[in-house]
T-cell receptor, first 118, second 112 residues
Framework: GAVVSQHPSWVICKSGTSVKIECRSL??????MFWYRQFPKQSLMLMAT?????????EQGVEKDKFLINHASLTLSTLTVTSAHPEDSSFYIC??????????????FGPGTRLTVL | GESVGLHLPTLSVQEGDNSIINCAYS??????FIWYKQESGKGPQFIID?????DKRQGQRVTVLLNKTVKHLSLQIAATQPGDSAVYFC???????????FGSGTKLNVKP
């Protein structure tokens, strides 16, 4: 299988604090992980591409100093929402890319993390 | 920027009927597409994919059709079941090997 987990599954924090979300590939190594944000009744918006051992690549309009990404190992990427504000409240989803020999990499999604900023 | 106040279009079908969910994509350079199913409070789940050198691909109870001329994808679900109720997204790969951009989504409501 190819299982991706996220921790925590939900978090409530006060405005101005920072929150770290973990994304782990449990049974495979992922050189690339992706972070998405999803507001209620909207689609997933790609925020950034996280590559193991190098700096993340952010999509246009996503503040890299606001959303810190660290991909320290082949099975773990973290997203830290710094100085969170109520408008950062959202569903954050990660995905991990698994390489298949001779084929296109397949992407597996985590279950998401619900962030609520008070 | 983010769009505020959007509501997903909803498709309501009777159990046992066939469902057709449509998606328009924007980038003519996109060469690989995936349909995902997302249940409430969960991450997306892969349903079926198609490459741009194909115009049709079939899976178990699902068929994806691709019309590159008008940049349109459709997902057909045969004999729709209550368990198919979810939000469905198409996602396009715009040439970068692994980056996918999601369409706006359609909520499928299956009535028993």
């Amino acid at each position: 299988g190819a299982v991706v987990s996220q921790h925590p599954s939900w978090v409530i924090c006060k405005s101005g604090t920072s929150v770290k979300i973990e994304c782990r590939s449990l049974d495979f190594q992922a050189t690339t992980m992706f972070w998405y944000r999803q507001f209620p009744k909207q689609s997933l918006m790609l925020m950034a591409t996280s590559n193991e051992g190098s700096k993340a690549t952010y999509e246009q309009g996503v503040e890299k100093d606001k959303f810190l990404i660290n991909h320290a190992s082949l099975t773990l990427s973290t997203l830290t929402v710094t100085s969170a504000h109520p408008e950062d409240s959202s569903f954050y989803i990660c995905s991990a890319s698994k390489s298949w020999t001779g084929g296109r990499n397949e992407q597996f999604f985590g279950p998401g993390t619900r962030l609520t900023v008070l | 920027g983010e769009s505020v106040g959007l509501h997903l279009p909803t498709l309501s079908v009777q159990e046992g009927d066939n469902s057709i969910i449509n998606c328009a994509y924007s980038n003519s350079a996109s060469d690989y597409f995936i349909w995902y199913k997302q249940e409430s409070g969960k991450g997306p789940q892969f349903i079926i994919d198609i490459r741009s050198n194909m115009d049709k691909r079939q899976g178990q109870r699902v068929t994806v059709l691709l019309n590159k001329t008008v940049k349109h994808l459709s997902l057909q679900i045969a004999a729709t079941q209550p368990g198919d109720s979810a939000v469905y997204f198409c996602a396009e790969n715009r040439g970068n090997f692994n980056k996918f951009y999601f369409g706006s989504g359609t909520k499928l409501n299956v009535k028993p």
